[in-house]
């Protein structure tokens, strides 16, 4: 059984650019959710995807959109770069969405903007 | 605003030591959990508690949910430099499927 992946590892991007981060959810898992994780600080809830579906959001703004595809993995993807959004991105997985199941966490994408 | 409040932020203890992480909040969770998160990897669930009152232990891991489920602890009874790491509570709020709501942590150090 393969566990929750993400790439890249690392990212260094500028101001005002684009980036694109992958998550594989683990195998038989068909929900996905993605966090920020700012130095020093708990993660925050960015969305949650289901069945390629968006399925809840959190306090982002727009710019933070994100994607699933048929076989479950997701993409988030975030405009116009800020320098506030340097953090660790972590995608979690769960196997149908339910109340209360649990999320296997990746290693995360650490992302900073200069 | 911050719905769930852990204290202490930083811990720093001898090993041996015992030491209590509390998660604090006004709002009423469905469930709690507590994760471990090592530098470079993302959390890993260490255990869940849906019950008020309700205590779980894991060997020297004692976890307890209030009985208004609005706060919870996590005690470790004779610490070890194993343990270090950044301790995370989050709660699941009735109706929000998924979305869990994460404290800002607590780091803690166990010094040989």
């Known amino acids: 059984e393969t566990g929750v992946t993400q790439s890249p590892t690392h990212l260094i991007k500028t101001r005002g650019q684009q980036v694109t981060l992958r998550c594989s959810s683990q195998?038989?898992?068909?929900?996905v959710s993605w966090y920020q994780q700012a130095l020093g600080q708990g993660p925050q809830f960015i969305f949650q995807?289901?069945?390629?579906?968006?399925?809840g959001r959190g306090n982002f703004p727009p710019r933070f959109s994100g994607l699933q595809f048929p076989n479950y993995s997701s993409e988030l993807n975030v405009n116009a770069l800020e320098l506030d959004d340097s953090a660790l991105y972590l995608c979690?997985?769960?196997?149908?969405?339910?109340?209360?199941?649990?999320?296997?966490f990746g290693p995360g994408t650490r992302l900073l903007v200069l | 605003t911050q719905l769930l409040e852990q204290s202490p932020q930083f811990l720093s203890i001898q090993e041996g030591e015992n030491l209590t992480v509390y998660c604090n909040s006004s709002?009423?969770?469905?469930?709690l959990q507590w994760y471990r998160q090592e530098p470079g990897e993302g959390p890993v669930l260490l255990v869940t508690?849906?019950?008020?009152?309700e205590v779980k232990k894991l060997k020297r891991l004692t976890f307890q949910f209030g009985d208004a489920r609005k706060d919870s602890s996590l005690h470790i009874t004779a610490a070890q430099p194993g343990d270090t790491g950044l301790y995370l509570c989050?709660?699941?709020?009735?109706?929000?499927?998924?979305?869990?709501?994460f404290g800002q942590g607590t780091t803690l150090q166990v010094k040989p």
């Open positions: 979690a997985s769960s196997p149908s969405g339910g109340a209360g199941e649990t999320q296997y």
């Open positions: 195998s038989g898992h068909n929900t």
């Open positions: 995807y289901y069945r390629e579906e968006e399925n």
């Open positions: 709002s009423v969770f469905s469930s």
């Open positions: 508690v849906v019950t008020g009152g």
């Open positions: 989050a709660g699941l709020i009735s109706g929000n499927t998924g979305k869990l709501i």
